[in-house]
């Protein structure tokens, strides 16, 4: 993902309440959406060649099921609670 620092930290940067593998991405790219129009340059230029360093998705375990648990809870607070949550904890000292 390419943004520029101020629209990370606008959004309260990654939630911190995820531990372990997954679905930390999805949070910020939903935060983001909601603020920004999301490019997804594989779509928009096709041509383009870009790099993506490939990760296996077979992990399974308690912290990919805690994860999925905290998004689904997150998400459907909406993006400005999430958002709201995340910079308050900016703000009283976390390392966004």
Partial sequence: MLLEKE?????????TDYTGWGCEDHDLLD??????????AWRAAPAMACLHFEHSHDY????LYASRTLLAR???MGAE???????????????V
């Fill in 74 to 76: 997150r998400r459907a």
């Fill in 7 to 15: 629209i990370f930290q606008e959004v309260g940067g990654y939630c």
């Fill in 31 to 40: 935060k983001l959406a909601s603020r920004r129009e999301i490019v997804r």
């Fill in 60 to 63: 399974v375990g308690p912290d």
């Fill in 81 to 95: 609670a999430m958002i709201r949550i995340d910079t308050q904890s900016a703000v009283n000292g976390s390392d």
